[in-house]
């Protein structure tokens, strides 16, 4: 990182919104949100999915043997539990989710027990207030689309009507776009509100880690400056399978990363190589905005992707393609197109 890159960082180019924020560190953060994160705590040892059953979407605990069908064991158990990951994150029901935990171990019961391969996925989250995306945040995908090295994170957005699931499937908008991309990336899910933190501070925040797809319409994305039209389509945010809790992922910035299209390797590389790290990122996106709990943040793309390749070798997505793609400790995502 250049020293120019890395003073702004510092809060050089933001020092005036910092000091603007600074003057109230509860500026956009309602009480129940404060009291949430002051409680909290974060996850450990877990790793969670959302999945489908009864006509809903409810938690679920990925175990050695199976998946724990946590409403159905705290029912049973006569006692409160979180009834999402949305839920566990936003309302800082961590105590609630452990003390079910610790009872099911107890009871030695697999009644609640569900087989993974029966279970209906649902999005990591479903209802995020902020979804943050990153771009060019590996150098050689930078040097593939012929993009300056970014001085400064390059963020943008996408909304909820693009979260989707493992094992989920994108219905392709052909009569908007043609130049549909793949984009594997490590997902960073939000515990605790992050607010004008500093780098030291920022991995505090972070309850845990999701593999996800920045799925794109080239063309729609490069029909102006702005990427945002081309990245929020319906169902463009595959998420899962699991939220893996922080404690269980270690070091974020040590985890390889892979895309495979209809089983050809696309992409494969390692989060080592980004541009701004983790921590950068969300110190510089804290200092201009609250991130609350259950927010997520997309850290981009490493090189690999069909938009990088010469214009006689793009092969774009088409319906019939299967993706999949994976982040080390994190499990394999896969989508269809149709």
């Known amino acids: 990182m250049t020293n120019t890159r890395r003073s702004f960082l510092k809060s050089a180019a933001l020092a005036g919104a910092s000091g603007l924020l600074a003057e109230d560190s509860s500026a956009g953060t309602s009480a129940r949100d404060q009291a949430s994160a002051s409680a909290f705590e974060m996850p450990r040892g877990v790793r969670l999915l959302t999945m489908r059953a009864d006509g809903e979407y409810r938690l679920g605990v ?29 309302n800082g029901k961590g105590r609630q989710l452990r003390a079910v935990l610790d009872a099911v171990a107890h009871s030695h019961s697999d009644g609640w027990m569900v087989s993974e391969e029966k279970i209906e996925f649902g999005p990591v989250v479903r209802n995020p207030e902020k979804i943050i995306m990153m771009g060019f945040n590996y150098r050689q995908h930078a040097i593939e689309t012929h993009t300056p090295i970014p001085a400064y994170p ?7 009507n693009a979260l989707n699931s493992h094992n989920g499937v994108i219905h392709l ?47 729609l994305q490069t029909l102006t400056s702005q990427y945002m039209i081309g990245k929020t389509c319906d169902g463009f945010a595959p ?45 510089f996106a804290s200092k201009a905005m609250t991130i609350k709990p259950g927010d997520i943040l ?17 092969v774009w997505l088409k319906s019939g393609d299967q993706v999949a793609c994976s982040v080390e400790k994190l499990g394999e995502l896969k989508f269809a197109l149709v």
């Open 154 to 160: 390059v963020l943008f957005n996408k909304y909820n």
């Open 62 to 90: 990925k175990t050695d043997k199976a998946v724990l069908d946590v409403k159905r064991a705290a029912a049973d158990l006569k006692m409160a539990a979180p009834a999402s990951i949305d839920d566990l994150l936003q």
């Open 239 to 283: 998420l899962g399978p699991y939220f893996v809790s922080a404690d269980l992922v270690g070091d974020p910035q040590k985890l390889r990363l892979e895309t495979r299209v209809n089983g050809e390797q696309r992409q494969d590389w390692n989060t080592d190589d980004m541009i701004f790290d983790c921590r950068q990122i969300i110190s």
């Open 173 to 219: 908008p052909t009569n908007a776009a043609h130049q549909f991309d793949y984009e594997v990336e490590l997902v960073v899910v939000f515990g605790k509100a992050a607010h004008n933190v500093t780098e030291d501070e920022a991995l505090d925040c972070v309850a845990g880690y999701c593999t996800g797809n920045d799925f794109s319409a080239r063309d």
């Open 298 to 314: 997309f850290t981009g793309t490493p090189q690999g992707v069909i938009i990088g390749k010469p214009k006689d070798k793009q």
